[in-house]
C-alpha cells in the first residue's frame, strides 16, 4: 500500500507533457456550423442543384466533417450566410447568359424594364377606347396600369427566399418551385416559349415592315430602284441584324442596348402622339363608342378592348432574369435596387402609354385603323401633311427598338438552349457554339414569321392564354412562398387578383376563338405582305 501511493505522489508531481496539435479534441458541436441536407422537394430547386456537395441522400458521406466555402450550402440565419453571396450558389449559372455577370445595378434594372415595358403593342390603345368610351377607357387603363406594377412588385420581392437562402433567377424556376415540375410546365412553359420566342417573331414582322416602310419615305418619289426588295427579303435584312447584335455574351452586357431601346421606344410614342395632337382632330372625327350588332359580338368587342389594355403591359416574364444579375447579399438584397429601377422605368411608361391612348383617340376617334393603331393612322392620315424627316425618324425609333428588344426577349431562350448544353457536358458553351444557338435561333423565328404570316391574327387568343403570366401566377406564387395569414387583407388579396386573372385569361380566350371563327383567318404560308 506505501508503494502505491508514493507511485501515485510521483505521477501526480510529473509534469505534465502537452499533447500534439494534431491531435486536439474536436470542438463542441454546438460551435460548429451543421452541413445542411435539402429535403427532396428542394433537392431540384434553382440555385441548388448540380453541386458536387449535394447528394440525394444530403451529404458527401466520404468528407461529412469537410466544408468547402465558395460551395457550401447555408439558409440565411446560418453565421456563414453574411460571408456567402447568394449569387454563387448554382455553380452553372457561372456559365448561362443570364447570370454569368452579376454586377447590375438599379440603373440597369430601369434600362431593361423600359425596354421590355413598352413596345409596339401600346400604340394599339387608342383602338380599345374607340369601343369602351372616355370613362371607362381611362379606367380600364389605370386599374391594369395598377394591377400589373402590382404584381411585378410581388415578384420582385420573390426573387429572394429568406427562409430557405434560394435566388429563383428565372420565371419558370418559381413557378416551378410554386406549381410543382409537371404542374409548372402545363400552366407556365407555353406562355413563357410565347411571351419570349413569340415576340420576337413579331418583332421580325414589325421590323422588317417598317424597314420596308422607311426606305420607302426617305426614297420618296425619287425612287428608281426596278426592283424593290421585298417583304420577305427585309425580313431576312432585319433578322441578319437582329442576329449580328445577338452575339453579346450576356444580359448585362446589353444593357446600353436596353437603354437605346427604351428611349427608341419614348421617341416614337412621345413623337406619334404630338404629331397626331398638333395636327387637330380629323373632320368628322366621333368618340360614340362603336356598337356591333347583335348583343353577344358587344360583349366580346367589350372584352377583346380590355384584353388590348392587358396586353399592353409586358415583360413579367423578363423580371426574375433582370434582377439575377445584380448582385445580392444579407444586408444589400437584389430587391431593393430592382424596386428602385421598376419604379423609374414605369414612371417612364406610365407617362408615354396614358398620352398615346388619349391623345390618339382624340386625333383619330372611332377612325383609328384597327390593325396598326397610331401607326398606321400616321401613315394613313399624315403622311402627306407632316416633314418626311419626322415620319422617317419615328420609322426609325422603331426599328431601333425593334432591334433592342429582340435582344431582350431572345435572352431567356438563348439561356435555356445553352443550359442543356452545360448540364450535360458540366462546362460553359464555346464561343463557336453561342453563337450558332443564337443565330439558329434568331432564323428560325424568320422562318417562322415567313411561314405563318398570319400568326398576328390569332394574337387575342393566344395572349389570353399567356395573360397569367403578368396578371394571376405571380399572386398565387406569393400565397404558397410567403403563405399570409389566413382571411389576412394580403390573403384576401391575393387570392381574388389570382382567381381574377384566371378568368379574365378563360373569357378573353373564349373571345379570341369567337373573333378568329367569326372573322376568319385569311391562310396564306410563305405569303407575307
Not at 413579331?202 to 426596278?226: D, E, H, R
Not at 380590355?306 to 396586353?311: E, K, P, S, V
Not at 388619349?358 to 396598326?372: E, K, L, S, T, V
Amino acid at each position: 500500500m506505501g508503494d502505491t501511493s508514493h507511485d501515485v505522489d510521483a505521477v501526480s508531481s510529473a509534469p505534465i507533457t502537452p499533447r500534439p496539435a494534431s491531435v486536439a479534441p474536436t470542438p463542441p458541436v454546438a460551435h460548429t456550423p451543421p452541413i445542411v441536407s435539402l429535403p427532396p422537394s428542394q433537392y431540384h430547386s434553382p440555385s441548388l442543384t448540380r453541386s458536387p456537395l449535394l447528394t440525394p441522400g444530403g451529404t458527401n458521406r466520404k468528407t461529412p466533417r469537410i466544408i468547402r466555402t465558395p460551395r457550401f450550402i447555408t439558409p440565411l440565419g446560418s453565421p456563414l450566410r453574411k460571408a456567402i453571396k447568394l449569387t454563387k450558389l448554382d455553380p452553372q449559372d457561372a456559365w448561362l447568359p443570364i447570370t454569368e455577370s452579376r454586377n447590375g445595378n438599379a440603373y440597369y434594372a430601369a434600362y431593361h424594364t423600359l425596354c421590355s415595358g413598352i413596345g409596339i403593342q401600346a400604340l394599339v390603345l387608342p383602338v380599345a377606347f374607340t369601343i369602351l368610351g372616355w370613362t371607362w377607357g381611362i379606367i380600364g387603363l389605370t386599374l391594369a396600369f395598377i394591377w400589373q406594377l402590382y404584381t411585378l412588385y410581388l415578384l420582385v420581392q420573390l426573387h429572394e427566399s429568406p427562409e430557405n437562402g434560394i435566388r429563383y433567377s428565372r420565371y419558370m424556376q418559381l413557378a416551378s418551385a410554386t406549381f410543382g415540375d409537371k404542374l409548372s410546365k402545363f400552366l407556365a412553359a407555353f406562355p413563357i416559349m410565347y411571351l419570349s420566342g413569340g415576340t420576337c417573331v413579331a418583332l421580325i414582322v414589325i421590323g422588317g415592315s417598317t424597314s420596308k416602310m422607311f426606305y420607302q419615305t426617305l426614297c420618296g418619289a425619287t425612287c428608281s430602284n426596278p426592283k424593290p426588295l421585298t417583304a420577305v427579303e427585309w425580313y431576312l435584312v432585319f433578322t441578319c441584324a437582329a442576329v449580328l447584335l445577338s452575339q453579346l455574351p450576356n444580359l448585362n452586357s446589353i444593357a446600353g442596348v436596353s437603354l437605346i431601346g427604351g428611349l427608341t421606344a419614348v421617341g416614337y410614342c412621345t413623337a406619334m402622339w404630338t404629331v397626331s395632337v398638333s395636327e387637330g382632330r380629323l373632320p368628322n372625327v366621333s368618340y360614340n363608342p362603336v356598337r356591333a350588332g347583335t348583343e353577344i359580338a358587344r360583349i366580346f368587342d367589350v372584352l377583346n378592348a380590355l384584353g388590348i389594355i392587358a396586353f399592353a403591359f409586358r415583360g413579367h416574364n423578363l423580371i426574375l432574369e433582370i434582377q439575377a444579375t445584380m448582385p445580392s447579399s444579407e444586408k444589400h438584397p437584389s430587391s431593393v435596387p430592382m424596386w428602385r429601377g421598376v419604379k423609374g422605368a414605369y414612371l417612364i411608361v406610365a407617362m408615354c402609354l396614358f398620352p398615346i391612348a388619349i391623345g390618339g383617340y382624340w386625333a383619330y376617334g372611332h377612325m383609328i385603323p384597327a390593325n396598326g393603331g397610331m401607326l398606321a393612322a400616321l401613315y394613313a392620315f399624315h403622311s402627306r401633311d407632316v416633314a418626311r424627316g419626322v415620319i422617317g425618324l419615328i420609322s426609325f425609333f422603331v426599328i431601333v427598338n425593334a432591334l433592342s428588344s429582340f435582344q431582350l426577349y431572345g435572352m431567356p431562350m438563348f439561356d435555356d438552349m445553352e443550359s442543356k448544353y452545360t448540364r450535360r457536358f458540366k462546362k460553359p458553351c464555346p464561343w463557336w457554339l453561342r453563337a450558332i444557338i443564337r443565330g439558329m435561333f434568331g432564323y428560325g423565328c424568320f422562318f417562322v414569321a415567313v411561314a405563318i404570316p398570319f400568326l398576328g391574327s390569332v394574337a387575342g387568343l393566344v395572349g389570353g392564354i399567356s395573360l397569367p403570366v403578368t396578371l394571376a401566377y405571380p399572386c398565387f406564387m406569393w400565397l404558397k412562398m410567403k403563405k399570409p395569414k389566413m382571411y389576412s387583407p394580403s390573403w384576401w388579396a391575393n387570392w381574388g387578383l389570382g382567381l381574377l386573372g384566371m378568368g379574365l385569361s378563360g373569357i378573353l380566350t373564349a373571345a379570341g376563338i369567337y373573333v378568329v371563327i367569326e372573322t376568319g383567318i385569311q391562310v396564306s404560308f410563305f405569303k407575307p405582305n
